[in-house]
């Protein structure tokens, strides 16, 4: 009982990521300004290295303009 309920907390982690995922790419393909900030809050939810990464890219996306 104790690993399925394991299994299911992982399923439901992994699905909110995929969703995070889909945000921050809905997010570039529009209006970067408009959206700036979905983008940041949702990186805060990433992994180390996948907030690292997200962290740069904002960065320099910022630089940009």
């Given at each position: 009982?104790?690993n399925?309920?394991r299994?299911?907390?992982?399923?439901m982690m992994?699905?909110k990521?995929?969703?995070?995922?889909?945000?921050?790419e809905?997010a570039?393909?529009e209006?970067?300004?408009?959206?700036?900030d979905?983008?940041?809050?949702?990186?805060?939810?990433?992994s180390?290295?996948?907030?690292?990464?997200s962290?740069?890219l904002?960065c320099?996306?910022?630089?940009?303009?």
């Amino acid at each position: 009982m104790r690993n399925w309920m394991r299994l299911q907390r992982v399923k439901m982690m992994s699905w909110k990521k995929a969703s995070r995922e889909e945000e921050i790419e809905e997010a570039w393909s529009e209006n970067i300004e408009e959206n700036m900030d979905l983008f940041y809050f949702t990186m805060l939810d990433l992994s180390h290295e996948e907030t690292c990464q997200s962290l740069i890219l904002f960065c320099y996306v910022r630089l940009l303009n």
